[in-house]
Structures are given as C-alpha cells and as structure tokens.
C-alpha cells in the first residue's frame, strides 16, 4: 500500500491564499498616507484647517506665515526640512518654546493635511486666501 497521507497535506496548502496576503501587506504599506491625504478629510474639514493655519498658526508665525514669534512657514522657508520633521514638530511642539503641541486637537489625518499645505508651494491656498 502507499501512503498517500503526505500528498494530501501538500494539496491542502493553498498558494493563492499566501499570494493575497502577500499582495494586502504590500498594498497596505506601500502607500504613503499622503496619497489618502485628500480623501480622508471632505472638503469643509479642509477649509477649517486652512482657517486654522491662518488664525492659530497665523498668531505665532505671522498672518501671512511669514515669521512673527514663530519662525516663516511658507513653502520656500521650509523646502529644506522634511515632512516628517515638521509633523513630529506640528504634533509634539517644540520643547521650551511658545511652539505647542496639537495631537490632542488634531488627527493624524489633520496634521498631514496641514503638512502638505505648508510644504507645497502648488497648492497656493495661503497666498490666494489674504
Ligand atoms: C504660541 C505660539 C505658536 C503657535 C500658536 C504655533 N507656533 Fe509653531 N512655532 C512657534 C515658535 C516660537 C517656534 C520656534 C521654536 C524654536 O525653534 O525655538 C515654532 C516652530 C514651528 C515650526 C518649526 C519651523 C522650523 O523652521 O523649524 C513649525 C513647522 C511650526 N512651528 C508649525 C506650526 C503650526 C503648523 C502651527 C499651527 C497648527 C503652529 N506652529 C502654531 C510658536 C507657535
């Protein structure tokens, strides 16, 4: 008699199965959050960000962004500086400095999206709003 008992172990594995949960791994974190940036927030949540970077931000870094108490914050002041600093720097705040911390205010989601209008100078939403 042969023994088929190991054959039918082998067919029970099921490689589409390990291809799936390859393929969601990979689709999960190859995409970098900015990209869900936009699609997250609706348009009226984006508007009060914008406000907020105005009037709140506005109040330490000058109403156009500029520098006052903070330092400027237009595209051109923080080109250099990357997005991951000046989210942990939105989050966290600036230790022994007036710049506070807004992860308690604000979602991750919010923090990004006010990370991409401080950084891309195509979006030209501060300028146009004056
Ligand atoms: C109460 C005043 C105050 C408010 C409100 C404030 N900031 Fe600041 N911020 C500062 C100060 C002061 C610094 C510089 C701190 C230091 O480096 O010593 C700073 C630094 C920063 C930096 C680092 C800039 C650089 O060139 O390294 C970023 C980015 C920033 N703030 C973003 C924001 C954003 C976005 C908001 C609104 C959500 C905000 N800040 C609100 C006072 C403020």
């Known amino acids: 008699m042969v023994n088929h008992s190991s054959m039918e172990k082998r067919s029970a594995y099921k490689p589409s199965v390990l ?8 689709t999960l974190s190859g995409t970098p959050s900015s990209w869900l940036v936009a699609d997250e927030l609706d348009a009226e949540r984006q508007t009060e960000l ?19 108490l903070g330092p400027p914050l237009l595209p051109s ?24 911390p807004w992860e308690n205010l604000l979602s991750v989601d919010e ?4 990370v991409y209008l401080l950084k ?3 979006s030209n939403l501060l300028s ?3």
Do not use: N, W
């Open 111 to 114: 923090i990004d999206y006010l």
């Open 50 to 68: 914008l406000y907020l970077l105005k009037q709140d931000c506005g109040s330490c870094h000058g109403m156009r962004l500029k520098g006052g």
């Open 77 to 100: 002041a923080l080109k250099d500086k990357p997005a991951a600093y000046i989210t942990q720097v939105i989050s966290k705040g600036i230790l022994a400095s007036a710049m506070p």
């Open 120 to 122: 891309d100078p195509e």
């Open 19 to 26: 291809l799936l949960a390859g393929f969601l791994c990979l």
């Open 128 to 130: 146009e709003h004056d």
